[in-house]
Structures are given as C-alpha cells and as structure tokens.
C-alpha cells in the first residue's frame, strides 16, 4: 500500500505570501498526482492532476511540481479565498485505487 | 456542467446496512470515459477513498472496506449507489459521490476526481 504523507499539517501565511506544500509518496508514483482545496463545508475542489495540470477554471496562481516520490503544491501569492485544507492523491495501477495525504491546512498568519 | 447529488438516511444504526444514491446530471454513468466513485470523510479527520465502479458493473474497492462494501451502478436512472453492511460509529462520516476522470500522463493514465457531490452526512448510533 502506499502511503502519501503531506507536510507541514499546518502552514501560516499572510495575504500576497508565497505557500508551499509538501506531499511525498512512499513508493514512486510517477506523476500520478493530483491536489484538492476544501473549503469547511463544502467538497473539496480539484485543482491539479497529472502532478502539474491545472484544472478548469483554477487561477494561475496555482501550481504543481514533482514525479516519482516528491511532490510540491505552490500558490504564489495567497488570496483571501485561498485559506482552506489541501490534500494530495495518487492513484495505484495494483492494487487499484486512490490514497489521499493527510491534509494541510493553510491558515491566515 | 456536471453535477452529482447524494441521498439517502442520514442515520443509520449500528450492525446495520448504509445505503446511499448519487444521481447524475449533465452527463451520463454510461460514458466510457469516466469511473463512479464514493470517498468519505469522518468529521474533522481527512479523505477515505471507498470504491469505484464503471458503466460496465466492474468495480474497484479499498481494501480496508472491501469485505462490507458494495457499489452498483443503474444506468436508466443515470445513478450508482453505495451500501455498505455492519456499520459502527466508526462509519459516521461526510459520504460523496465523484466522477474520476483519466487523463494521460507518463507511466500511463492519471486518475484524479473532477466533479463531486456536496456530500451528506450518515451517523451510525442507535
């Protein structure tokens, strides 16, 4: 099975700051990656797959990096609506299914 | 626009069967393209993939859950549908519904949720 760790569980940052989250895979995944925003009470969003596609209608300020074991989620310059949970999710050809990280939450500092 | 809507008893007691809906609209269970899949999340806590199934019947479920889950699909009611047996407290959680897209990508197809149900909340307590 593999396990997908996301770091830090909770990352501080003012408004206009640059975040950067971490997702790292247990066994290479490729770029079988994809990360999700969630807002309390509402189903988290996707907003990029293939590790670094972003998805319809997500804003430029979004991006994702990394193959293999490392991934990194970036917003450049973090808005207002941006504070939320994010989680990381891979996908494995056997068995098959999805694991998703544990989350990081990104808090107004 | 796709969208995906879940229903069913919002409580459920312990030792008995949960059992959800997710009806489709603008777009179809029948497509090819996509697989069915229901994800659940435990107030406070993080996302649990349950399963996935497509057009065809064929399923895919957590191995966690695989022995007390069972996923269907109806395509004349545009619709699939989540049961799953012996449930305890531990089951109390947000239950959604999502269509899993496949894109291509090095090393084959990347799999990744792009529409999702608003979710509904199932608590198991008798």
Known sequence: ?109 | QVQLQESGPGLVKPSETLSLTCTVSGGSVSSGSYYWSWIRQPPGKGLEWIGYIYYSGSTNYNPSLKSRVTISVDTSKNQFSLKLSSVTAADTAVYYCARVMWSPCSGGSCYSLDYWGQGTLVTVSS
């Open chain 1, 1 to 109: 099975e593999i396990v997908m760790t996301q770091s830090p569980a909770t990352l501080s940052v003012s408004p206009g700051e640059r975040a950067t989250l971490s997702c790292r895979a247990s066994q290479s995944v490729s770029s079988n990656l994809a990360w999700y925003q969630q807002k309390p009470g509402q189903a988290p969003r996707l907003l990029i797959y293939g590790a670094s596609t972003r998805a319809t209608g997500i804003p430029a300020r979004f991006s994702g990096s990394g193959s293999g074991t490392e991934f990194t989620l970036t917003i450049s310059s973090l808005q207002s609506e941006d504070f939320a949970v994010y989680y990381c999710q891979q996908y494995n050809n056997w068995p098959p299914g999805l694991t998703f990280g544990g989350g990081t939450k990104v808090e107004i500092k």
